[in-house]
Each structure stands twice: as C-alpha cells, then as structure tokens.
C-alpha cells in the first residue's frame, strides 16, 4: 500500500505544480479582431497595453495617466514650431471630432504632448491647443519625465542644431495613437490628411467590442 500512496501523492504534487506553473505564465495579450467584413483603412490594432505611469507638466496640475481614464484619447507628440505636420495633424483631427460629435458621440479628446520643454511652457501649450477646441490638452516634461511615454508609443525625436536655442526644428513620430476610456493603447494611425478616412476608423474603433 505505501508504494501507492507514494505514486499518487506524487501525482498530486505534479499536477499541483503544473497548476501552479499555468497560473503564473504570463498571459497572451488579447487577440484583437474588427467584426467581420470591415477593415481600416489608416489605422492598425495594437494589444490594448496599459499606459506606463507617468507625470507632465501643464497648465494646472500635472498630466498623469489617471487624467486619460474615462474618456477616448487621440495622443500625438510633436512641437508647438512645428512648421507643418503638427497643425496639419490637430486640424485634422479637430475636425474628425466635430464629425463624430455630429454623430451624437463624444470624440476622444486631443492630448498633444510637446516634445520640446525648452520652448513649450505650459502656458504657451494652453494658448496654442485653444486653437484646436477647447477640450485639447497640452504637456511636457523633461526627457527624463517624457521617457516613459516615448518609449512606450515607440515615438522617436531628434533636435536640430540648438546652437541657437530660439530657432531650431526636432525631427519626430507623425503617427498618433488612440488610447480607450480605460486607458489602453487601441491603435496606431499613420500620418494622414484624409480626415474621412480617420473618422471612419475611429468610429470603427469605438464601437468594436474590447475584452
């Protein structure tokens, strides 16, 4: 009888073992997939990663991760000289949100985080996001502070010439990100100026369910 005991008791150390393996693996992120028959056109579906933590200064209290809960978010970095692509891409994407808000939705709110806090005073943000709707926030930090963010979107920037510390441009990541009401990064879109096209994918987006 004791050779058997042992046999089971061994079996149930074993099973309890690969229990206890199964529960600490990490977890495959969610696979992500638009109902059937649709597409997107400028988006792509990313694997619904939390936003790191972080901390950037604005006009009021610091921008944190917790102040993009509760509502959509379209997050872009760039810088407020920026002589094209910045105010190309928040014009657009004022109008994608007086389209959806036609719609009766209400749009993910405007996060611009500026890439340059030596120009980029919080109150130059504030005057400078009031052009794209008044819902528009604006934010910086030092590198360190915006590392997080950068790092995480996979954003990458470079200053040009700062000999003259007034006068200098910064190379960097076009693409802007759509983050959930819960605070996740949904989707990457692609630098684009069909506003139609990015209405469209966000209210696909929107209306997919999320697990």
């Not at 959509?72 to 994407?93: H, K, Q, R």
């Not at 994918?201 to 369910?209: E, F, N, S, Y």
Request: aromatic content about 10%; glycine content about 8%.
């Amino acid at each position: 009888m004791k050779p058997r005991r042992i046999v089971i008791g061994g079996a149930v150390l074993a099973l309890l073992v690969a229990l206890g393996c199964w529960l600490l693996w990490p977890s495959a992120p969610p696979t992500l997939s638009l109902p059937d028959g649709q597409s997107l056109d400028v988006a792509q579906l990313e694997e619904l990663t939390p936003l790191p933590e972080f901390s950037l200064e604005r006009k009021g209290p610091p921008l944190t991760a917790a102040d993009l809960r509760g509502r959509w978010s379209f997050v872009y970095f760039g810088y407020t000289n920026c002589p094209d692509a910045c105010p190309a891409t928040l014009g657009m994407l004022s109008h994608v949100q007086e389209g959806l808000q036609s719609q009766g939705l209400a749009p993910p709110r405007i996060v611009f985080v500026s890439l340059d806090p030596r120009r980029d005073t919080p109150e130059l943000l504030h005057r400078y996001l009031a052009e794209f709707g008044p819902e528009a926030i604006g934010a910086t930090g030092s590198d360190a502070a915006l590392r997080g963010l950068v790092t995480f979107f996979g954003v990458t920037f470079e200053r040009k010439d700062q000999t003259d510390k007034t006068n200098y441009t910064i190379d960097h990541t076009t693409n802007f990100f759509l983050v959930t009401p819960d605070g996740r990064w949904l989707a990457t879109f692609a630098p684009a100026d069909d506003a139609e096209s990015v209405l469209e994918d966000t209210l696909k987006l929107m209306r997919m369910p999320l697990p």
